[in-house]
């Protein structure tokens, strides 16, 4: 175990290094940044200078090497819109991304997972056509749209809850419910998928035959293994949920990462974007190593392959 | 006379299908005592898992089953409840699956799965759990049982796997022990070590068990009784010396012809190689249904046949001796 582990984040973090190279690169990618950043009308002296004084003329890996030992310490260099560290600019708008983020997987989890199992305890069921329609209408329903929807009846008919903002945790429920709403329908149509599967498997006819009780081979011996690819599911949602929903962040106006994102872009400003891009990779990875691990836990056979 | 252990009368089982009800198993009976072994034969398809699976409670749910009696121990299986099945279960009639390779639950050690058969019907403590299922290791023949506890069945090969299977079922000590194929997934060398012990385990304990086989040899070594399944009937039931000596329907003395001898049957050549077609059972089915097979079949196995019984030889057949002197060849 410990062994698959140590192998894992030996991958992880190779794949972190690459990633982080190449959103370096895209400084480069996209033209000279001192010309970029001098604006159209600067003279060449000014962009020499600009060039110097950023140390764009230094050779590249030398940048890199001070980019990423400075990332690592948690300076991004200076927003060229905001003229502020970009990492106090990115730390509000993240840990609206965060709560975010959790709240949707969990809100999605918790809804899909039991609903996943009943549908499959029970295939063909009220239950089990109530689920389907929830998918399917989960799946051909716009995020935006759905957020508007309940806007109009929470917000504005209702009076229940606010339409936007995050000053509270009451204004997180709404857009919980529509990002895990998302994420909802293919996490329930595997878990049904794979109870469906395990279920007539000859172990599960073992364990009746032990005389477990039902209660007791669909949790401990079926969900157990039904369970093992929500988990890789689950966590590749959560590493882009993490990485921000410009639809639901901008119905709701609530200034997260995903939002950030989309402005920095449309205004060029570079570090921000390099900064983030980095972020949401390192989550991305960060979840998928967790996922492996926690598979590992579940799986035994994978521990050993 | 005691009450035998086990006691089935006119077991039916239909299954719906898209084209009408299919009569899986049609009226069978048989007793069971103490500490007896019975062996099914018969083709793939006649009805032996499924009957297997009836005893136990553990047809899925589409399958019907009725039966004029099915008694465990002078309980009636068929009106016994969930709870009662459950109780039954794994602590007084257990069963071991013909697919070891799958019948072990991949996410568990041996050791979870093997003390769990226990914890559910018995008040033990965890350690006392563990060191049965070490107890039942070693005797199912598995070496270094101590560090097999926390292996996952993965790691084990489909012989180790059908014998912590055997282990598994033992663990409660079960009365009656139901062995579908036990050996049929497995290498030909591992097959008759694993019968044996299975055999000897049941004396051992003094278990009924009941054997489902294709091998006659095995039959004619372990069983006290043999019951010849075909198209979802018992057509011949009784004492193995019985069947044996005076196979009295003319599809035991097909199956019996079957057994490869040595130096006269060709290698590789096929077992059960009976000519002719087993008859659909959708729908009424009547007279004989062997008929479509049998060399002797004449007009009158359209009707009702008879069941001839003589002490605790039986056998359905239009011919009272079931044509047996007629095939001189076998009863030499
Ligand atoms: N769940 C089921 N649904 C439909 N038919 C079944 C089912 N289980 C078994 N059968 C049919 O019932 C018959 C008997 O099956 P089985 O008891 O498995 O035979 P055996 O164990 O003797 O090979 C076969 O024709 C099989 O196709
Ligand atoms: S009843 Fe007829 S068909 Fe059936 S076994 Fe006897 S002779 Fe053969
Ligand atoms: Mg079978």
């Not at chain 1, 110097?52 to 050779?59: A, C, S, T, V």
Request: proline share 5%; glycine share 8%; with cysteine.
């Amino acid at each position: 175990m410990l062994q698959f582990i140590l192998k894992r984040l030996g991958l992880a973090i190779l794949v972190a290094f690459t990633v982080s190279f190449i959103s370096f690169s895209l400084l480069f990618l996209s033209g000279d940044p001192a010309a970029a950043l001098a604006g159209e009308t600067a003279s060449g002296e000014d962009v020499e200078a600009l060039r110097r004084l950023y140390g764009f003329d230094r050779p590249m890996l030398v940048q890199y090497g001070d980019w990423l030992f400075s990332a690592l310490q948690g300076d991004f260099g200076e927003s060229y819109y905001f003229r502020l560290p970009v990492a106090s600019l990115i730390a509000d708008r993240l840990s609206v991304t965060m709560i975010l983020g959790v709240c949707g997987i969990t809100f999605a989890l918790l809804t899909a997972v039991p609903l996943g199992v009943v549908a499959a305890i029970r295939p063909n069921s009220i239950i089990d056509r109530i689920a389907l329609f929830i998918s399917v209408a989960g799946q051909a329903m716009p995020s935006f749209w759905f957020g508007l929807i309940l806007i109009v009846v929470f917000a504005i008919q209702l009076g229940w809850l606010p339409p936007s903002g995050t000053a509270t945790w009451r204004h997180f429920i709404l857009p919980t419910i529509v990002l895990g709403y998302y994420a909802m329908p293919a996490i329930m149509r595997l878990t049904r998928a794979g109870m469906l599967d395990v279920l007539s498997s000859d172990y599960i006819r073992t364990a009746r035959a032990k005389g477990a009780n039902e209660t007791r081979v669909m949790f401990r011996h079926a969900l157990r293994n039904a369970i093992i690819p929500v988990v890789s599911l689950a966590a590749v949602q959560m590493g882009f949920m993490l990485g921000g929903s410009i639809v639901v962040e901008s119905i709701f106006a609530l200034h997260g990462a995903g939002y950030l994102a989309w402005e920095s872009i449309a205004r060029n400003d570079l570090p921000t974007v390099q900064a983030l891009i980095l972020i949401f990779s390192m989550f991305y990875i960060v979840f998928t190593f967790l996922a492996d691990v926690l598979n590992a836990w579940l799986d035994p056979r994978m521990r050993t392959s | 006379m005691t009450e035998p252990l086990l006691s089935v009368r006119n077991l039916r089982l239909d299954i719906p299908t898209g084209s009408g009800t299919l009569h899986a198993v049609r009226g069978i009976d048989f007793d069971l005592n103490r500490g007896e072994t019975l062996c099914i034969v018969g083709e793939s398809g006649s009805g032996k898992s499924l009957t297997s699976l009836a005893l136990m409670g553990l047809l899925g749910k589409s399958i019907k089953r009725n039966a004029d009696r099915m008694t465990f121990d002078g309980i009636e299986l068929t009106t016994a409840s969930q709870g009662q099945m459950r109780r039954l279960r794994g602590a007084r009639m257990a069963m071991i699956f013909q697919e070891p390779m799958t019948s072990l639950n991949p996410a568990y050690t041996i050791g979870d799965q093997l003390a769990e058969a226990l914890l559910l019907h018995r008040k033990v403590s965890r350690q006392q759990a563990r060191d049965r299922a070490i107890e039942l290791l070693e005797k199912v023949g598995i070496t270094a049982a101590e560090s097999r506890l926390s292996q996952y069945p993965h790691q084990l090969s489909g012989g180790l796997r059908q014998r912590v299977m055997i282990a598994m079922a033992l663990m409660c000590e079960p009365e009656l022990i139901i062995a579908d194929e036990p050996t049929t997934a497995l290498d030909v060398t591992i097959q008759a070590q694993i019968l044996r012990l299975l055999h000897d385990l049941g004396r051992e304990m003094n278990m009924a068990v009941i054997l489902i086989t294709h091998d006659l040899g095995v039959v004619a070594r372990v069983a006290d009784k043999v019951a010849v399944m075909y198209a979802g009937e018992l057509v011949e039931t009784g004492p193995v010396r019985d069947i044996f000596n005076a196979p009295s329907h003319p599809y035991t003395r097909g199956l019996l012809r079957c057994i490869p001898l040595p130096g006269k049957t060709d290698r590789g050549a096929k077992l059960g190689t009976i000519p002719g077609i087993v008859p659909s059972l959708v729908g009424e089915v009547e007279g004989c249904v062997f008929r479509t097979r049998c060399p002797h079949a004449v007009a009158e196995c359209r009707g009702d046949i008879p069941k001839r019984e003589d002490g605790n030889h039986a056998f359905r057949c239009i011919f009272p001796d079931g044509k047996r002197h007629s095939e001189k060849e076998l009863t030499v």
